[in-house]
């Protein structure tokens, strides 16, 4: 009997422990389960010559976004080619799709595993690493494209239907579809209410339209059902972060930074402490607290070691200018120049697809904070306005890019730059259902600037 995955595809491996072991590992990452990296071991202990098996692991590897895990990608790469030779097309191409990835060309990865979704639109691993890469790359409309492409081809009856539905509510609240969008959320979640996917797109939906109440609600009625999974986990308690935040509950903020999404303590942080998810969380809630007058103590400062040991690390583009937010607010300039060289160095010796993007957008950003750091609040405004349109291409959601707007809009207010300030609050205004006079981030520029 031919081996198969969740939906029915052929695997080349070498046993029925092997293939169950892949369905496993594969399910874990549908469902951010901890324990993942564990399925891995299980499933190449299964059988080490399995080519996919192998790409899965190296996959995993890249999805760290870090410098110093690509040789391990590379290692599981090397083991794939040399399986793959009686691999099936379908196996083929993903091991082609890694390759495309370790060198850096993501939009041959992202053509790849649309390559192999025209085949094959139940390819459950295909479309989820598509999604999730083409999200950090500000990419809305390719996720729409393929979740819409896929739906015709899914039914119920396929153990990743919940995952499509979260994902085709994620892409729609991402492309401002709220109406689409919350409902495929909360049919994922009534199939698993663990589903950390499905609730963290319907936490977006509410935070875009100000529902801050029911998002706080939502979160608290489902976290009982988050036990096992990973630091989606902490991005999750960050959302409620958010929420308290909009209602000036600075203390709870507070308090879920030091008990949930960035407790230092906890074996996710301890094991993973720079993992660039926590980081963005921990640094843009500093800022954004910081912003609004609250002492936030040293918090800042494990933040900013741990950017010291990612110089010339330029894998995730958006950690770029949180890191940088780190050692601006540490005052730690030395670091910063050697960081904002590394960008550098990275734009102008790697033509592939976040060359330009770190070069245009996180160079000039990063550039702006340690200007911003030292008072040069005109500079800083100079330095990046021309990033503002098209800083999305530095991943992230409506919601985290946020961070970013506030930032240009300090600058433009500290700078006396009127005509800055209103074009980020008219910019603000046509991207989010809530006006800014609503919002605690440009509330008091909305207000003066009104008058």
Same mark, same amino acid.
């Given at each position: ?6 939906? *029915?595809l052929?695997? =080349?491996?070498?046993?029925? /422990?092997? @293939? ?5 590992t594969?399910t ?8 993942t990296?564990?399925r ?40 794939? !080619?040399? @399986?793959?030779?009686t691999a ?7 091991? +082609?799709? &890694? ?7 993501? %939009? ?19 479309? #989820? ?5 083409? $999200?950090? &790359? ?30 085709r ?38 935070e875009?339209?100000? #529902? ?8 608290? %009625? ?16 960050w959302?409620? *972060? ?12 507070l ?16 094991? !993973?402490?720079? $993992? ?15 912003? !609004? ?10 933040? +900013? ?10 894998l995730?583009?958006? =950690? ?47 550039e ?13 405004? =100079? ?11 530095? *991943? ?21 730059? /009127?005509?800055?300030? #209103?074009?980020?609050?008219? #910019? ?9 006079? !609503? ?9 003066? &600037?009104?008058?």
């Open positions: 009997m031919p081996h198969v995955d969740l939906h *029915g052929p695997l =080349t491996c070498a046993s029925a /422990e092997a @293939a169950t072991a892949f369905n496993a594969i874990g990452y549908l469902k951010y389960r901890a324990d990296a564990a891995v071991k299980d499933m190449l202990d299964a059988d080490p010559g399995f080519a996919f098996g192998q790409t899965v692991k190296g996959y995993f590897a890249m999805l760290s976004f870090k410098q110093a895990n690509v040789p391990m990608a590379m290692d599981a790469l090397a083991a794939a !080619q040399v @399986a793959s030779r099936t097309k379908r196996e083929q191409a993903h091991v +082609a799709a &890694l390759g495309h990835w370790i060198r850096g060309d993501l %939009d041959r990865t992202l053509a790849t595993w649309e390559e192999i979704l025209d085949a094959y639109p139940t390819d459950v691993l295909a479309f #989820r690493l598509h999604h999730f890469n083409a $999200f950090w &790359l500000g990419r809305a409309d390719a996720m729409v494209r393929e979740v819409e492409k896929a739906m015709p081809s899914w039914s119920r009856t396929l153990p990743g239907w919940g995952s499509l539905l979260a994902c509510c994620f892409a729609h609240e991402e492309s401002g579809n709220y109406a689409l969008a919350e409902p495929a959320g909360r049919e994922a979640i009534a199939i698993d209410k663990g589903d950390l996917w499905a609730a963290h797109a319907v936490a977006h939906v509410m875009m339209q100000g #529902r801050h109440a029911d998002g706080i609600a939502w979160l608290a %009625d489902l976290e009982p059902h988050w036990n096992g999974g990973n630091n989606l986990m902490h991005h999750l308690w959302h409620r *972060g958010l929420y308290h935040l909009e209602r000036r509950e600075f203390d709870e903020v308090g879920l930074y030091d008990r949930r999404f960035r407790n230092l303590q906890s074996p996710l942080t301890q094991s !993973q402490p720079d $993992f660039y998810i926590d980081v963005q969380n921990a640094a843009s809630m500093l800022f954004r607290l910081e912003r !609004q007058g609250v002492d936030v103590g040293t918090r800042w400062e494990e933040v +900013a070691d741990k950017a010291e040991t990612r110089v010339g690390d330029c995730s583009a958006f =950690t770029l200018p949180h890191w940088m937010m780190a050692l601006a607010a540490t005052r730690r300039f030395e670091a910063a120049g050697r960081m904002i060289e590394g960008m550098r160095t990275f734009a102008a010796h790697d033509e592939r697809t976040l060359a330009p993007v770190v070069r245009d957008y996180a160079l000039p950003i990063s702006a904070l340690v200007a911003r750091a030292k008072g040069d609040h005109a500079g800083a405004c =100079t330095l990046m306005r021309p990033a503002i349109e098209g800083m999305y291409r530095l *991943g992230g959601s409506h919601a985290q890019q946020d961070v970013l707007e506030q930032l240009f809009l300090d600058c433009a207010v500290a700078a006396k730059s /009127e005509a800055d300030a #209103r074009r980020l609050l008219a #910019r603000v205004k046509s991207r989010h259902p809530v006006a800014p006079d !609503q919002r605690i981030g440009y509330a008091e520029a909305a207000r003066r &600037l009104a008058h």
